[in-house]
């Protein structure tokens, strides 16, 4: 499985763009990244995926360069309902070792 | 609307005790995941079941057993509980058999074991 690092806290204001950049240097060949979204006391939601290049849908936007050796959740014109931890997730179950890592906290603020 | 819960939402327990989460999709999903979530581990895998009767070990599976009896169950038995398994416990499911399936998750159970 792929180890990912991110950073552990972002601070941000109301209607920024929040670029949030996930490393996964061991990433393997078939591998998708993952991005999830978790507010306090919920569970995790999915929000974006991707495999190379630029992904795009109404939530978040996710960048991944050629070597795909990193990846770039960005989330446009945050606002506070956006402060939440993210996680970049990379691999898959049947490894038997899917985790999600200890995510990046975002505080929007006012 | 197809939804994933789970039940019950905070628990109390005391060392040695039998305790069972139970976890209900209505989702369809053949895939169904635990995991806990521990300040500093983020989630880690307990266990998973891609299908009815089939069920896999996890990265922390050590003191948990999951059975799947049908498709939209599946409860996690913590077979006698011990402090180290008071966590937050999320269930959850998800559609594909493709690797890196995106996954859906229940709401949580608090447990704490005294």
């Known amino acids: 499985l792929a180890k990912t690092t991110q950073p552990i806290s972002m601070d941000s204001y109301e209607g920024q763009e929040v670029n949030i950049t996930c490393s996964h240097n061991?990433?393997?060949?078939?591998?998708?990244i993952t991005w999830y979204q978790q507010f306090p006391s919920q569970g995790p939601r999915f929000i974006i995926q991707?495999?190379?290049t630029k992904v795009t849908n109404e939530v978040a936007s996710l960048f991944i360069p050629a070597d795909r050796k990193s990846s770039t959740l960005s989330l446009p014109r945050v606002s506070l309902s956006d402060t939440a931890v993210y996680y970049c997730l990379v691999g898959a179950v049947r490894g038997n070792k899917l985790t999600f890592g200890g995510g990046t906290r975002v505080l929007v603020k006012p | 609307d197809a939804e994933i819960t789970q039940s019950p939402r905070h628990k109390i327990t005391e060392t040695g005790r039998q305790v069972t989460l139970a976890c209900h999709q209505t989702w369809n999903h053949n895939n169904m995941f635990w995991y806990r979530q521990d300040l500093g581990h983020g989630l880690r895998l307990i266990h998973y079941?891609?299908?009815?009767?089939?069920?896999n070990k996890g990265e922390v599976s050590d003191g948990y057993s999951v059975s799947r009896s049908n498709t939209e169950d599946l409860p996690l038995t913590l077979e006698s509980a011990a402090s180290s398994q008071t966590s937050v416990y999320f269930c959850?499911?998800?559609?594909?058999?493709?690797?890196?399936?995106?996954?859906?998750f229940g709401p949580g159970t608090r447990l704490t074991v005294t």
């Open positions: 079941s891609y299908g009815v009767q089939d069920t």
């Open positions: 991707g495999y190379k």
């Open positions: 959850a499911s998800s559609e594909s058999m493709a690797d890196s399936a995106p996954q859906y």
């Open positions: 061991n990433i393997a060949t078939n591998d998708y």
